[in-house]
């Protein structure tokens, strides 16, 4: 959750009171669940943490502004922390990147309309929906998913591994 997203301020005139808002409610939260958790000894031995995030964490999408440091912030804690609790307990720690997905939080990136539909075109499978997103959570936090940990698990029809597809090539002949 970014606070210069919502006061509509660009990348390029942040608010740094903002920003250091932004990473404590959209990454380090993550880092203070995870400690809080660890320290009050909640886990159980191979539980399972998922959190998710987005794409731009490792590619620029101009209009997700700040918040793309925000996820690669939060993608890291997860790898980190992710070695800590796996050491400790075999406690798995992931991230699931999902497809531009229409949530409240998802419908307030700028030009979130057009950006979904060319997500959808560019992925071979089309985006993922909430209910398949909800789907893979469900299954990292099963048994099957006991060796997987300090990833990052895209989950987006595809659309990190492919470059164009023949639906947008189509739009520019
Ligand atoms: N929607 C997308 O396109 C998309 C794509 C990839 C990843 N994600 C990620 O998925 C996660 C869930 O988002 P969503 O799309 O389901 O949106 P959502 O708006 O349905 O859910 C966001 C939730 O965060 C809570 N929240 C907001 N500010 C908070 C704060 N300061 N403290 C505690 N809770 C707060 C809201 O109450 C809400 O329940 C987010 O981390 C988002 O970045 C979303």
Redesign the pocket.
């Known amino acids: ?1 970014s606070i210069n997203v919502r006061k509509g301020k660009a990348y390029n005139d942040l608010d740094y009171d903002h920003m250091h808002k932004s990473m404590d ?2 990454a380090m ?1 993550f880092h203070r669940l995870l400690q809080s958790a660890e320290k009050l000894d909640v886990f159980n031995e191979h539980a399972s943490v998922v ?4 794409i731009a964490a490792q590619r620029v999408f101009p209009d997700y502004n700040e ?1 793309a440091e925000a ?1 690669a912030f939060l993608e890291s804690i997860a790898r980190s922390y992710g070695y800590h609790l796996g050491k400790n307990k075999k406690i798995r720690v992931n991230t699931i ?10 419908s307030g ?1 700028k030009g979130f309309g057009a950006f979904y539909n060319y997500a959808d075109a560019i992925s071979p499978l089309g985006n993922a929906t ?1 209910e398949d997103c909800a789907n893979y959570c469900v299954m990292m936090f099963s048994d099957y998913t006991r060796m997987v940990t300090m990833q990052n698990l895209f989950h987006d029809g595809g659309f990190s591994n492919t470059g164009v597809s023949k639906e947008v090539m189509e739009k520019f002949a």
Request: no cysteine.
């Open positions: 959750m409610i959209s939260s959190a998710l995030t987005y918040m996820k990147s999902q497809s531009p997905t229409k949530t409240t939080a998802g990136i909430a």
